[in-house]
Every structure is written in structure tokens, then in C-alpha cells.
């Protein structure tokens, strides 16, 4: 399903809307907590810095610390070698959403915030598209031209199919990032016709040479049927239709068990990937909860 057509210029100033409301929550302690998470400790030192919450306390250079009398830390030379890649899935269930926001723009969103981190923090940002097959590859660049780019790609890049895989398009990816990496999967994670193990295998194969997290997008009315009488509803990848009565009490409670039956489903494919997984809700805030999720995975370091 491709996105809604728009000029260039039109689509330019919905990625700098979508930065600028992704650039007020990225404070200190969001970068931080990317910081803490995605640079490694090595042995030839590169630079100091000031300290920013979140990081290492075991990093802090005590000498410099106590002649400043403000708190620095020690960057070596691994911390400044992994990037971001953002892997995100457009698909046609991402054209979905109940809200003000569609999958696809909660992704852009997602993106922004986590990009903004990642250059503050000096990193280069990459970007994968993906519905059954790699859609677009962006190499990682670092500024912010480039990562309205990336934005912009998210927002308006048209998909060649809309059903989902994930085996070749990660596959794709690890070809195509051949340095480790930080790769984000930005996703609702519906396996598609290849199903779930097709896609624990790929998430899992990905994360054994990558430093793989999931976000796992989530919009309610994929959980529930709102009361308006008789509706057609679409398969958004398969296109087939059905008639459905939403005033049955009765069919509203089977839909609800079947979502809540493939939501369990995704979480326990993505446990057995071995990949850690965040879900965000379509009326969650994205910045404290992948902050909070950054934090977790840092406390298990």
C-alpha cells in the first residue's frame, strides 16, 4: 500500500513536524541512556567528555573529575564505532492507526527520537524499509539533513508489496551492515505468510551479529471493535474482505480474544528470538519509554 501522494515540498515539512516534535524529549537523560547502551568500554582512549546522565559511572575520569569539579568520563575508541540502523516495516498493516498517527508515522516518530539521540551522541544513523522484501537501504550518515532524509523516506517511500516477511529483508540488512551495529526493528510484527518461526529465525540470526532491539507498535483498535454497526473491514496486506457486525456483543468479545491471543503471540516469538523487545502503544509518549527500555537494558550489561 503506498503512503497518501504529496509533493516534495509538502512532504519535506511533514519530516521537519515530526523532528521537531521528536527533538523536545530528547534530553540529556534520553541520550544518556542510548550512550550507556550502545557504547562499548574499549582499551585505547579517545577522548573526555562531560559526563551525561546515564552513563557508566565506572567510565568517570575521578582526576579530571576532582581539578573541573564537574563529573567527566573517558570515551574509547570502540565507543565511537557503532551506528544506528533503523529497520522499519511498511507494509500495508502500517498504514493502520485509530489515533491522530498511523503505524508508519508512530514509526517515523520512533525514529526521529531515537536518530536525534544517536547523532547527538556522534553516531551515524542508517536506515532499512521493508515489507516481504528490502524496500530502500540508506547507509548510516551522520547531520541532520541527513536524517530528515531518513524521516522523509519513512513517511512518503512507496512499498512494492504490501505483505510482510522478515528472513530476506534481514538478511539484506546484515549483508548490507557489515560493521556491528545498533539496528532498531521498528514494527508490529504481524510474521506474514512466512510466519513466526520465519521470523525468529531471521530476528535471531540478525542479533547474532548486531546489537538487535525491538519496537514493537501497537495501535488499540487492533485490539478492539468499537460499537458502529455492520462494517467492512480489509485485510491490510491480503486485501480480502469481511463483513462484520460490531454491535454484536458476542463478536466484539471473539475479536478481542483473538487479538489479545496474536499479541501473546508476537511477545512470546520475539522472547525466543532473543532480541529485547519494547511495546509501545499508540498513546504511550515514545521518549520516556524508550529511555526506560534504554535504562533496563543497561542495568543488564
Not at 536524517?147 to 522523509?152: A, I, N
Request: charged share 30%.
Amino acid at each position: 500500500m503506498e503512503p497518501e501522494t504529496t509533493s516534495p515540498q509538502e512532504m519535506l515539512r511533514r519530516a521537519r513536524r515530526v523532528e521537531l516534535v521528536a527533538s523536545r524529549p530528547v534530553t540529556d537523560a534520553m541520550v544518556g541512556a542510548y550512550l550507556s547502551r550502545f557504547k562499548g568500554r574499549g582499551t585505547d582512549f579517545e577522548e573526555l567528555r562531560e559526563y551525561v546522565p546515564g552513563d557508566d559511572v565506572r567510565s568517570i575520569d575521578w582526576n579530571v573529575t576532582a581539578r573541573t569539579g564537574r563529573p567527566f568520563v573517558r570515551l574509547h575508541r570502540e565507543e565511537r564505532e557503532l551506528g544506528l540502523v533503523l529497520a522499519v516495516d511498511i507494509s500495508g498493516s502500517s498504514a493502520f492507526g485509530s489515533s491522530d498517527l498511523s503505524v508508519r508515522e508512530r514509526a517515523a516518530e520512533v525514529a526521529a527520537i531515537l536518530g536525534l539521540s544517536a547523532l547527538r551522541a556522534g553516531d551515524k544513523v542508517g536506515l532499512l524499509l521493508f515489507s516481504d522484501r528490502a524496500e530502500r537501504w540508506v547507509p548510516p550518515r551522520k547531520g541532520r539533513r541527513h536524517l530528515l532524509r531518513v524521516v522523509r523516506d519513512i513517511l512518503s517511500h512507496p512499498a512494492g508489496s504490501r505483505r510482510t516477511a522478515f528472513a530476506a529483508p534481514l538478511r539484506r540488512l546484515a549483508r548490507a551492515a557489515r560493521r556491528r551495529c545498533a539496528v532498531f526493528v521498528l514494527s508490529d510484527f504481524h510474521p506474514g505468510a512466512e510466519g513466526a518461526d520465519a521470523m525468529v529465525a531471521a530476528l535471531g540470526e540478525l542479533g547474532a551479529r548486531h546489537d538487535v532491539a525491538c519496537v514493537h507498535l501497537v495501535d488499540d483498535r487492533a485490539r478492539t471493535l468499537p460499537d458502529v454497526g455492520r462494517v467492512v473491514l480489509e485485510d491490510a496486506e491480503t486485501g480480502e474482505l469481511s463483513e462484520v457486525d460490531t454491535g454484536s456483543e458476542a463478536v466484539r468479545a471473539r475479536y478481542a480474544e483473538r487479538a489479545a491471543a496474536r499479541l501473546a503471540a508476537t511477545e512470546a516469538a520475539l522472547l525466543r528470538a532473543r532480541v529485547d523487545a519494547v511495546r509501545l502503544p499508540a498513546d504511550a509518549a515514545a521518549a520516556p519509554a524508550l529511555a526506560r527500555f534504554l535504562e533496563k537494558r543497561r542495568r543488564r550489561r
